[in-house]
């Protein structure tokens, strides 16, 4: 199913890509605005009845030590991902960071349940092929908003099936247990849905009290894209929020 709903995303991605206008300079190119929207409320109705719900249970029941634990182990898993999109970079200072991170936070921080490495002065830091891709000088193409993804765009939708393919844990089988990865797979998006929903609680309610929310998301989205893929300091919300326009 996973496989089948990706393939539907990236030919409607790609197709997107040969189609659209490049859009004027300083603006998002958002030639598919009345579906995009259709998904926004989409997503932001399994938000509000099913996500937000089941995240208020999972912060109640389950106290913030415990959840800072589930965010350091869930991020070390990502460290194979992030170490061979630095490789693809050209980024060897960032490659060794994350290749040191994982080493010590799957020995000594306990499978990286503590992220260890940052009392070693090593931060972690986030890559994925969609921004090797943007390095690499592959337009991002137009705007899209994806059932249950969220906000992306053609190029990180490809990225994202790569990242896929780069998890060493989506090729592991296990013997006599041929449902485990499945299963495994599954926990990781769960548990992990649910600790950033709590997470960026805050957040999401100041997007939703925005007068155009769905405008509010795409520069934000863009923004902070953009600040990934320069690895530079990440845009705040704030700033974002500013360049909106009056809609008074």
């Known amino acids: 199913m996973q496989i089948r709903f990706l393939g539907a995303a990236l030919t409607l991605g790609l197709g997107a890509c040969a189609s ?5 300079p300083g603006t998002i190119a958002d030639p598919y605005e009345g579906f995009n929207r259709q998904m926004f409320a989409f997503n932001n109705g399994v938000d509000r009845y099913a996500l937000e719900p089941a995240a208020n249970v999972y ?5 913030s030590f415990a959840r800072d634990r589930v965010g350091d182990f869930l991020s070390n898993l990502k460290s194979p991902v992030i170490f061979v999109n630095d490789v693809l970079q050209a980024e060897p200072g960032r490659a060794s960071d994350t290749f040191f991170r994982f080493t010590l936070n799957t020995t000594i921080g306990l499978v990286g349940l503590w992220d260890a490495a940052h009392y070693f002065g090593l931060e972690g830091h986030s890559e994925d092929f969609g921004q090797t891709l943007a390095v690499w000088g592959v337009d991002s193409g137009p705007y899209l908003v994806m059932p249950l993804l969220g906000p992306t765009n053609p190029r990180d939708l490809l990225g994202t099936g790569v ?3 780069f998890d060493p844990l989506n090729w592991t089988e296990f013997e006599g247990q041929p449902d485990l990865d499945d299963q495994i797979a599954m926990g990781r998006r769960v548990l992990g849905g649910l600790n950033a929903r709590v997470e960026f609680d805050d957040q999401i309610k100041t997007l939703n009290e925005q007068p155009e929310p769905y405008i509010a998301l795409r ?3 863009s923004s902070q894209r953009q600040a990934d893929i320069r690895n530079g300091k990440p845009v705040d919300d704030a700033d974002a929020y500013e360049d909106l326009p009056d809609f008074d």
């Open 20 to 24: 659209a206008p490049p859009p004027e």
């Open 219 to 221: 520069r934000i989205y």
């Open 59 to 63: 912060e109640t029941v389950t106290p």
């Open 163 to 165: 990242d896929v393919a």
